[in-house]
């Protein structure tokens, strides 16, 4: 089988480049080692760089490159999409060099590879709250950056994603119901303090309709005793919902739950 010229040159410039790599990785001149991680930067091969840098950068510390080899060792794990390590250098960079060239980036970038590493609303929301928390110490760090107001975005759609959270957990509380005690009044109380939380999320008219559930459910299993004030209670909270989205998308479904709340009320001994 014999072997295109193509593919004959292609390994020859593949086997070329290994072999630079590997001698590059092998000489004991940092100042050659830096010259070819930023050459493989530019090209792309963020592997071979992080490599290099990350030999590189604990030699640097103290020195001239030391800045700048540990800002380019995270942008080189940001662009491989290593967040997490990414995170790290740039935190480290920042707290390293607060008035550095490149302080602003790093504590943007220090955020944003938190916001990329955020996990789904149904998993745990630590790194939410840090990625939140990094990027209201940007605003009030660099108010005027014109990456301020991506980092205001940001954090807005990270709030939205505890407000979901919280819009599951109190689901999740409705959906257990009289299970192993009252999870009806559990689901009320998580989504009011959801509402106080996330006053301005696009959950909130969930969140009302969440406890007029919880409030009909809870009362149409109650002892007979306990129903009119319980199905009062579901009124009320008809009335709060209506009253907030007049047009909402479950007003039908609320009517329901205010004309059968109604007629028990008439019927049930005062």
């Known amino acids: 089988m014999r072997i295109k010229p193509v593919c004959f040159l292609l390994f020859a410039i593949l086997f070329a480049s290994c072999g630079e790599y590997n001698k590059i990785l092998k000489s004991t001149d940092n100042e050659v080692k830096y010259s070819y991680a930023k050459k493989y930067f530019e090209e792309g091969k ?50 390293s060099y607060p008035n550095g060239e490149y302080a602003e980036p790093a504590l943007f970038y220090a955020a944003y590879g938190m916001y990329l590493d955020s996990p789904d609303p149904k998993l745990d929301q630590s790194k939410t709250y840090k990625a939140i928390a990094e990027f209201q110490r940007y605003m009030e760090e660099y108010p005027q950056s014109e990456r301020s107001e991506q980092a205001k975005n940001y954090m807005f759609e990270l709030q939205e994603k505890l ?4 819009l599951l957990a109190a689901q999740l509380y409705l959906n257990l119901g009289n299970y192993m005690g009252n999870n009806y009044e559990s689901a009320v109380i998580t989504a009011r303090e959801a509402m106080k939380s996330y006053p301005f999320s696009k959950y909130s008219e969930d969140y009302q309709m969440i406890i007029l559930r919880a409030r009909y459910e809870y009362a149409e299993r109650s002892t007979l005793e306990t129903q009119p004030e319980r199905y009062r209670m579901v009124l009320d909270e008809y009335f709060n919902y209506k009253n907030t989205f007049p047009e909402g998308k479950y007003m039908r479904e609320a009517d329901r739950y205010y004309n059968r709340a109604q007629s028990k009320i008439e019927v049930l001994p005062s």
């Open 46 to 95: 963020y592997s071979r760089s992080i490599t290099l840098l990350e030999d590189l950068v604990p030699r640097f510390k103290g020195l001239d490159r030391g800045e700048e080899s540990l800002y380019l060792l995270g942008q080189s794990y940001y662009n491989s999409k290593d967040y997490l390590s990414a995170t790290e250098m740039f935190t480290t960079y920042y707290n």
């Open 163 to 166: 407000a979901e959270k919280e």
